[in-house]
């Protein structure tokens, strides 16, 4: 399926030499309240890799929960991939927002650092960043140049606080551009992507150039508050729940094992058991090719997290 899958159990190969599992663990949204729960449901499940973002604010109660999961002996700290984001308002200084990423996680290394949207915002200097999505933040745009926040991203690997890096949010152009100055180049880009926003020609040109592409959004139903700008869910397409009724799966379980099988790697959030555990077994089956055909073919098209409602600018085009 992927060229790069190395075992049964959906773990990659990535270009620096690691390994990560292709269906990741979100944890956007996640409360504190619901942190210890949520975590220690989804390493029981056999989720490793943990996908957080300073702009999620809440990687202080993340990182709670994971220590405390290593504590009470459910998981080995080397068997977990975690990952995190510097915010646009951390780009000119990426080697701090690290480091505080990593005292808030209780962390010595991540597995991966990304760079959250590709393009610099003027910083308040508050970390854990606070941001409000609004089409007016253009006002507040920082021209600062993406190769620059490579170049520190490419240090923090060298000074060993970070095994991986990748990027987020980045169109093919964007990719293109960063491969062809990076001298470590990004193992991953994380963008939506869902049955009705298929972005066909960015996963191909991401496993092409052996980026692994891993979409978010895949399953979200999305709740009514400013980050959303789109609210048909292909959990409720007719022909997604005919097909989950003749396999005896759910429709999240077919959009999150679609996605994979078109070679693109999810993160998927829940703070529901059942739900994690559900979503975990979307991997151990198979969709049929017609069933693959049917929802490739979907027409509908829609974007959940606008970039240019959050940042003032249609950054995915
Ligand atoms: N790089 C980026 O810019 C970016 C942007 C957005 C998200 N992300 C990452 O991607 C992750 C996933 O995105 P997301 O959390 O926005 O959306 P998602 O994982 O597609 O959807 C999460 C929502 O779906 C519900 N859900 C989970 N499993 C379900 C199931 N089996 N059936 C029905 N509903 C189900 C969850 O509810 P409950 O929790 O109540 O069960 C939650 O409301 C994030 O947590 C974050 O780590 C990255």
Redesign the pocket.
């Given at each position: 399926m992927f060229p790069f899958l190395v075992s049964k159990n959906m773990k990659v190969s990535l270009s620096s030499g690691y390994e990560m599992p292709l269906l990741a663990f979100?944890?956007?949204?996640i409360e504190q309240n619901e942190a210890d729960q949520a975590i220690l449901s989804a390493i029981q499940t056999g989720y490793r890799h943990i996908?957080c973002a300073s702009f999620y604010l809440n990687e202080e109660h993340i990182g709670e929960s994971i220590a405390n999961a290593i504590n009470s002996g459910a998981v080995a700290r080397e068997e977990l991939f975690i990952a995190t984001?510097a915010w646009p308002t951390q780009y000119r200084d990426i080697r701090s927002a690290c480091i505080n990423s990593l005292r808030r996680l209780k962390l010595e290394y991540l597995d991966l650092y990304i760079l959250?949207w590709p393009l610099a915002v003027k910083s308040n200097l508050e970390d854990p960043p606070v941001f409000t999505p609004s089409a007016d933040n253009y006002k507040i745009f920082d021209r600062y140049p993406l190769h620059l926040a490579w170049k520190q991203m490419e240090e923090l690997v060298k000074e060993g606080l970070v095994r991986s890096i990748g990027v987020?949010?980045w169109t093919v152009g964007l990719l293109n551009d960063l491969l062809s100055y990076a001298t470590i180049p990004p193992v991953c880009n994380?963008f939506?992507t869902h049955a009705y926003y298929q972005r066909k020609a960015l996963i191909e040109f991401c496993n092409l150039n052996n980026v692994i592409p891993m979409g978010?959004?895949?399953?979200?139903?999305p709740p009514n508050n400013p980050y959303y700008h789109y609210n048909e869910t292909a959990?409720e397409d007719p022909a997604v729940i005919q097909i989950a009724e003749k396999m005896q799966k759910?429709p999240?379980q077919v959009l999150i094992k679609w996605n994979l099988q078109r070679r693109c790697g999810c993160?998927?959030?829940?703070?529901?058991p059942s739900?994690i555990q559900?979503?975990w077994q979307s991997q151990f089956f198979d969709l049929a090719e017609e069933d693959m055909n049917t929802i490739n073919s979907f027409t509908k098209h829609g974007v959940f997290?606008d970039p240019s409602k959050m940042f003032g600018i249609a950054l995915n085009d």
């Open positions: 979100g944890t956007f949204k996908d984001k959250h987020s949010n994380q939506e978010y959004n895949v399953i979200l139903k959990l759910t999240a993160v998927v959030k829940s703070i529901t739900r559900e979503n997290l």
